[in-house]
């Protein structure tokens, strides 16, 4: 089967990823990165996980692209300007190529937000993607709605997820799980370089999960600067996601709407909404994920004996290459099961503060949503 | 209200389209373009319709846009490159920046999918605008739906509009409008520079339609080069819309599935392959919209008899500056009108070959569509 899209990478049998002691030469099994614009044969990928550029600028005196340790580019006789990466992680990344001072998008891949803006990324087939990949099973439908916000004054665009088969069971009601981007990333992302839907559809024709809901929708975590985030109020996303956003889904959609039944999750600051906002509305939710964004304490939780009753899972996350932030999350997971909570937890094998991180986070939890029935 | 995205334009009155005949300095009201990424300043519209753009390109030698008759752009001393525009018509256009001999998008603007590639576009305020604004009025959804073709052996992309209310009144059926993109476009457009989606939510808001649904998919136009379009074969494409995609969204949506209540229709080689299969097909088509697309002569039409029996409309349409297509559509349109068919024919003022021309056509076609009940 030929694979169209996004989140596909269906092409690269990947020999494993060396690492950072692959020999000088890069590998020279290269093939067109799958995140490409439809027909470009550039940015290209090896077995090895290097990227290698070409950019067409005749008249350019510098070319480079924003990965670190990036070999200089070279300049053809055609004009066009050659460079390549060392081995990436396994995955997504963003990047940047700078034309003689100028940060501009490669104009060969697709575009994703991400750092704040529209802009190039590049998919390092993963030895473990085919959980994430397109295939022929029945396949849920990502809708762009869109909901007047009040407090906002605002028209507000949500993506949701409904499961096969929702448009035509007409009498099912299924679980949602609200599930949030990261700092200067917007509600396309869990359904684009996030691969989301094709998750859940991958593990729905698994019977794997139970089937669900997912919304997504912008957290509001743009307005702030990055170095600024301790000032973050959660409020004003707060309002829209509990008295906004959540009524709206619930009267549109064919939802189960008690507590029970509805679930957050985030990444990185994504994560941190979904703890402040899971811990101040326990009625509301009774499933909570953090994916690379912190970890929940006993200490963080008031009152314990409450938690346990209505809590029905705590799920956090980290690739294993944010070595900081895995530690304490394992610890605080460990520290909760002790006491009496449901908690899970979960590292991604030679990964960072990237999406295959999120993608496996999300493929571990969503079989554990949704299963407590008492 | 604040207006967050696309097809907003809600923020420049302007005073009026003025033409080539302008003043040689550009009146200072610059604003930022509503095409822009969230919090990009440039580029800038003013009211004369020229486009301001500004790149920050510090060792460059030379920038400029592809807009024709634009000014050389000139360096300032922090390093970004200031340019701008002769005035543009209204509406939708597709750009590159050329930084040093290298095509680039413009980092500071959204990207659509036109010209066979993800790129640039800039949107300047329409007099008319208010047809596609997105307001607080009920709002349809936009659902990415895939389906496998046998054909092509390869999961395939559409996009479903549906009015509002299809999730809720699960027992009402509705027509569906197959509409179609142009050359290097794809089943994005629609959705995005075309603001179907708002066109149709407005319409339905003042009842000035009949609600639909709208399915837009990738025409398979993108795989022969532009000058070689005589060649295209229909028969890949026909396959695949008639006898896959079709029962699929007649499977898996509630629509009305007879002919009255099936239309096609599209923009430039969307309308050629519009023209292809509908008189091929005159039994699963009963309205037919060909926007800058050709048009339909009754010699075009084998059996005139059976045509007008079966058919419920044929709408034309050109930009007033497509002028060899605007005159000879009109012609057409009139001959097809006095050989007794219900033919409609529009001519969007003061546009060209280009989005505004096809936005105001679907906005005039759509209170035309699945009237007639006998």
């Known amino acids: 089967m030929k694979a169209l899209f996004s989140c596909l990478c269906l092409a690269l049998p990947l020999a494993g990823h060396l690492g950072l002691a692959q020999s000088p030469t890069p590998a020279d099994d290269w093939k067109p990165a799958t995140s490409n614009q439809p027909g470009k044969l ?5 077995s090895e996980g290097r990227v290698k550029f070409r950019i067409v600028a005749p ?3 510098n070319v480079s692209v924003s990965f670190r340790d990036s070999s200089p580019f070279t300049q053809g006789e055609d004009g066009a ?14 990047y940047t190529i700078t034309i003689d001072g100028a940060e501009v998008p490669d104009p060969n891949s697709r ?3 991400g750092a704040n803006r529209w802009g190039s990324g590049v998919e390092i087939p993963a030895h473990d993607q085919d959980f994430y990949a397109l295939k022929n099973v029945p396949h849920g439908r990502l809708r762009e709605v869109l909901f007047y916000s009040p407090s906002t004054d605002s028209v507000r665009r949500a993506f949701v997820y409904t499961p096969p088969g929702y448009d035509q069971d007409v009498d099912q009601r299924y679980p949602v799980l609200y599930l949030q981007h990261g700092w200067g990333e917007n509600e396309y992302s869990w359904g684009a370089q996030g691969c989301a839907h094709l998750i859940l559809d991958n593990l729905i024709a698994a019977h794997a999960t139970r089937p669900f809901l997912l919304v997504m929708t912008y957290g509001m975590t743009n307005e702030i600067e990055f170095g600024r985030l301790r000032e973050f109020d959660i409020g004003p996303f707060e309002t829209v996601l509990l008295r906004e956003l959540i009524p709206f889904i619930d009267a549109t959609f064919r939802t189960r709407s008690d507590q029970r039944h509805r679930a ?6 994504g994560g941190m909404e979904t703890k402040l ?6 009625d509301t939710f009774s499933h909570i994920g953090l994916f690379s964004g912190g970890s929940i304490r006993p200490e963080d939780i008031a009152d314990m004996t409450a938690f346990r009753e209505k809590n029905r899972l705590v799920f956090v996350s980290y690739g294993s290459r944010e070595e900081r932030g895995a530690a304490s999350g394992k610890v605080a997971a460990e520290a909760l099961k002790q006491a009496g909570v449901n908690s899970h937890y979960y590292e991604s094998p030679l990964t960072a503060h990237e999406w295959l991180s999120w993608r496996r986070s999300l493929y571990q939890m969503a079989p554990l949503l949704f299963t407590q029935e008492r």
Do not use: C, K
């Open 42 to 46: 550039y940015p290209q990928v090896n």
């Open 59 to 61: 008249e350019a005196r």
């Open 81 to 94: 300007w050659i460079g390549y990466t060392r081995p990436l992680d396994e995955g997504f990344h963003y």
């Open 111 to 113: 575009f994703f937000f």
């Open 264 to 269: 957050m999750a985030g990444l990185s600051m």
């Open 277 to 282: 906002i899971t811990l101040r509305n326990p």
